[in-house]
């Protein structure tokens, strides 16, 4: 598929292919220069620890084609250093945060035909991952790795857009107490899919986990980041060592206090206590911002704010984000890494 042959206003999240991604490869200590190429087929051997063990992550970050018809990146260096953390907890080699960033930089401007144009709220989102790779049997971490990057058009990942959704609590947990749950790492999200497609038969956007240990604190919202607005105006998202920690929701704490003028804290969420929230959301690269209606806690249907309508501090949170992003409004001091 060609970039004329986009319809941009029906863009979802889906997979399209586009001409070049980047690939570099980890063997003997050492990564290669790494390279663009054509192939979107990965050839791997069938022993490899990503396959049967895995030994893999990921990370997921957006370019965004301003006014003026520049590109940004939004925050790389922060990807680059989650991936670090991740590669450190599988034990598997890091990409360095300067070659991450220009890998990215080189997959946008190699598919800069399938950039979204500004104004049609779509965006390019990014796929850098690194999994291990050669012939292995044991248990064990990988002779070989390869880092890559390749990139997709996309529209909103929540059909609607910026409109409020419900969502259930689930009896299944995302991730073990002390486990992989701040690692951005396959696993988790293999054991999100049976409680996800639970909550999708029962209509509802996702389910939302609670923290492993107790099942009394809120944790995550599906593949995303769950926040609140107090009564008393304080922006409030869970703190959780078994929490993936989201580029998108400290970009939030920061806007809500330098921005909006908020009280913004990491603290618990206790599902018992919602009644203290006028307004709740989502957050994450993928959803940037999707307004919470009402969740669904056993026999309990709680609503914030509205089930039709977004809170007016959600939406000048996502407004001032999405300003920042597609170069609109100006971004605090290194958050914006130009492509062109």
């Known amino acids: 598929m060609s970039s004329k042959e986009i319809d941009w206003s029906t863009l979802g999240f889906e997979y399209i292919k586009t001409d070049l991604r980047y690939v570099s490869i980890w063997e003997n200590g050492k990564w290669d220069e790494g390279t663009l190429t054509e192939d979107n087929v990965v050839h791997i051997a ?6 049967h063990y895995g030994q893999q992550c990921f990370e997921g970050l957006k370019a965004y ?40 930089k080189q997959v946008v401007a190699a598919n800069e035909a399938y950039m979204p144009p500004y104004g049609s709220g779509g965006t390019m989102y990014l796929r850098p991952y690194l999994i291990g790779i050669g012939d292995n049997l044991g248990v064990r971490t990988a002779p070989k790795f390869m880092f890559s990057v390749f990139c997709c058009p996309v529209g909103p990942y929540f059909k609607g857009g910026l409109t409020p959704t419900n969502f259930v609590i689930s009896e299944y ?24 497609k639970i909550a999708k038969d029962r209509e509802f956007s996702d389910c939302i986990y609670l923290d492993p240990a107790t099942h009394t604190k809120i944790e995550e919202v599906g593949a995303a980041n769950f926040f609140g607005i107090t009564k008393d105006d304080r922006f409030v998202t869970p703190l959780s060592p078994s929490i993936l920690p989201s580029i998108t929701k400290y970009s939030l704490l920061y806007l ?21 929230f006028k307004e709740a959301g989502a957050c994450g690269t993928a959803a940037v911002i999707s307004p919470i209606g009402g969740i669904q806690n056993g026999d309990d249907f709680h609503v914030f704010y509205s089930e039709s309508e977004v ?30």
């Open 46 to 51: 069938e022993g490899s620890t990503a396959i």
């Open 65 to 104: 084609r301003c006014k003026d018809g520049s590109i940004n990146l939004f925050r790389p260096d922060q990807n680059a250093k989650r991936m670090k953390a991740s590669c450190d907890r599988l034990l598997m080699p890091e990409f360095p945060e300067d070659r991450f960033i220009d890998a990215c």
């Open 173 to 196: 947990d995302r991730a073990a107490p002390n486990g992989t749950g701040a690692s951005k790492v396959g696993g988790n999200y293999a054991a999100s899919l049976y409680p996800g």
């Open 256 to 276: 809500a206090e330098h921005r909006l003028g908020l009280k913004a804290e990491e603290s618990d969420v206790y599902i018992d206590k919602l009644d203290e």
């Open 311 to 340: 809170g007016p501090v959600t939406k000048q949170l996502y407004d001032e984000l999405c300003g920042i992003q597609f170069g609109d409004k100006e971004a605090p001091e290194g958050w914006i890494y130009k492509v062109k």
